[in-house]
Nanobody
Framework: QVQLVESGGGLVQAGGSLRLSCAASGRTFSNYAMGWFRQAPGKERVFVATISWSGAVTVVADSVKGRFTISRDNAKNTVYLQMNSLKPEDTAVYYC?????????????????WGQGTQVTVSS
């Protein structure tokens, strides 16, 4: 059974930083792309960042480009999202997900397993 467990969320002031982690189990982690998505209250879930199975390719949403970095450690079965210069509009529940393909890695329907989410709240 595939499990994804996010951690690292919390309350931070604007301009601060957080690092989210997502620990995966139940499949060969290094064979799958990993992504981060977020959902703010009353809004749809949106793409944040994704990383290829080897870590060689990353894609980051324009809204977080230059502030967020995605990385992975295949030896630890973990993907990270380093979030710097946080803004109040980054407040959301952040989800990690795993995908067996790399066709359209920014689309949520490419991902087959999702974590339970971790809350990030940025105060102004």
């Amino acid at each position: 059974q595939v499990q994804l467990v996010e951690s690292g969320g919390g309350l931070v002031q604007a301009g601060g930083s957080l690092r989210l982690s997502c620990a995966a189990s139940g499949r060969t982690f290094s064979n799958y792309a990993m992504g981060w998505f977020r959902q703010a209250p009353g809004k749809e879930r949106v793409f944040v960042a994704t990383i290829s199975w080897s870590g060689a390719v990353t894609v980051v949403a324009d809204s977080v480009k230059g502030r967020f970095t995605i990385s992975r450690d295949n030896a630890k079965n973990t993907v990270y999202l380093q979030m710097n210069s946080l803004k109040p509009e980054d407040t959301a529940v952040y989800y990690c997900a795993t995908s067996p393909t790399w066709r359209n890695p920014t689309r949520g329907n490419e991902y087959d397993y999702w974590g339970q989410g971790t809350q990030v709240t940025v105060s102004s």
